[in-house]
């Protein structure tokens, strides 16, 4: 395995979160949410506070409409999800078992496009609830994970942590890096840091931007894919990147994967709704694409 590249770290202001809790013998995992926080310099301020209401639906909703602060909740089972609207949003890779187990180019746009190896190294951008990535890191390669927004880092930090103590997650837990900063920082750092090295090989950078939530539906026919309860609550926190910003984006993703050396080739692989408009209006050298999603490939 190559050595990974350092973060690089964006200054962030610190982010104000009320943590409820529901049993006093949870004061142990309290702590370690706190721990977990700091060691990986998450810019957030725990406010936890034990529940006195049961966490019903409609008290959920209630917490929602006065909320002046993200919620996190950490349920008796011990586990940690976001309120958001009223709905309890969590990465939940559990639940993607049998898809990770089953997962391969037949079955799976995304690893036919990206066309990775166990030898591989690819850095999933904007990571969100990690999903790709762990499809990603089934194929065996190394996954470096950045997530920009401080809670979404801390879901991801939890998730990984709780899937590390399930013997049959732990192989793939560890090829999955974990980093709460903006892509565009991540690969500056990148650039300055690179020397064409085998030990800082990048082979695919993957992108997953935010995009106008009407972009799910065909402008000509209104059909299209729903858009779920994960996806709305990214909604809440980022906003659709601008075109100046896609075209920085790609540019400086396409600048990372030609660090290689000559033998190799890189690709940078975008991941849009079927019917949503090319990133940085720049024309793909290949696509992959369903009725739902498509992947973009720009090769390097």
Known sequence: MSSLPHASKQANAFMQCQLLYVNE?????VDSLQVLIEQHRLPIELNAELSVDKLTQKRRQQLSQTAIQPILLLDDKNKLSWLSDGLSVAPEWDKLQRRVVSAGRK???????????SDSCIID??????????????????????????????LLLVEQQRMSTLPNWQKLMSRLHIINTDALSYFEGLDVESDASESNVIDVVYLDPMFPEDSYQDSKTGKGAKVGKHMQALH??????????????????????????????????????QHAPLLASQQPDESWHNEAVRFDGYFV
């Not at 079955?107 to 190896?117: P, R, V």
């Open 25 to 29: 013998s949870q004061q142990d995992q």
């Open 107 to 117: 079955s799976e746009l995304l690893l036919q496009a990206t066309k990775l190896t």
């Open 125 to 154: 951008a904007t990571a969100g609830f990690g999903h790709d990535s762990l499809i990603l890191g089934s194929t065996g390669a190394q996954v470096i994970m950045l997530e920009q927004q401080p809670l979404m880092a801390l």
């Open 236 to 273: 809440q926190l980022a906003s659709p990147p601008t075109l100046d910003e896609e075209c920085q984006l790609l540019a400086s993703a396409k600048a990372i994967v030609s660090n290689k050396p000559a033998q190799h080739s890189g690709r940078v692989i975008v991941k849009r709704p």
